[in-house]
Nanobody
Framework: QVQLVESGGGLVQAGGSLRLSCAAS????????MGWFRQAPGKEREFVAT????????NYADSVKGRFTISRDNAENTVYLQMNSLKPEDTAVYYC???????????WGQGTQVTVSS
């Protein structure tokens, strides 16, 4: 079992930055592909970014490409999401998730709220 706890959310003005953290416990995340997802009010949860085991391979949703950066520190068992140039449409609950290889996303955090004011 992997327990994931997100932190770092908050209220920020448009154009500002936030850094989300996802601290894992129970198992080392070095064997897991890690990802960030988000869910805005009244909308379905959507993919934001993923990062491979060693941190080399990353993938981003078109809506955040060039503004968000996902990274991981396997020694600290933590994944990060640096969010720059935030827009009001980035307002959502952000979730961290883990999966083994190409399997389903098996583990999820409880989410952290990000609110971007215009």
């Amino acid at each position: 079992q992997v327990q994931l706890v997100e932190s770092g959310g908050g209220l920020v003005q448009a154009g500002g930055s936030l850094r989300l953290s996802c601290a894992a416990s129970g198992r080392t995340i070095s064997s897991y592909v890690m990802g960030w997802f988000r869910q805005a009010p009244g909308k379905e949860r959507e993919f934001v970014a993923t990062i491979g085991l060693s941190g080399v391979g990353t993938n981003y949703a078109d809506s955040v490409k060039g503004r968000f950066t996902i990274s991981r520190d396997n020694a600290e068992n933590t994944v990060y999401l640096q969010m720059n140039s935030l827009k009001p449409e980035d307002t959502a609950v952000y979730y961290c998730a883990a999966r083994l290889g190409l399997g389903r996303w098996s583990y999820w955090g409880q989410g952290t709220q990000v609110t971007v004011s215009s």
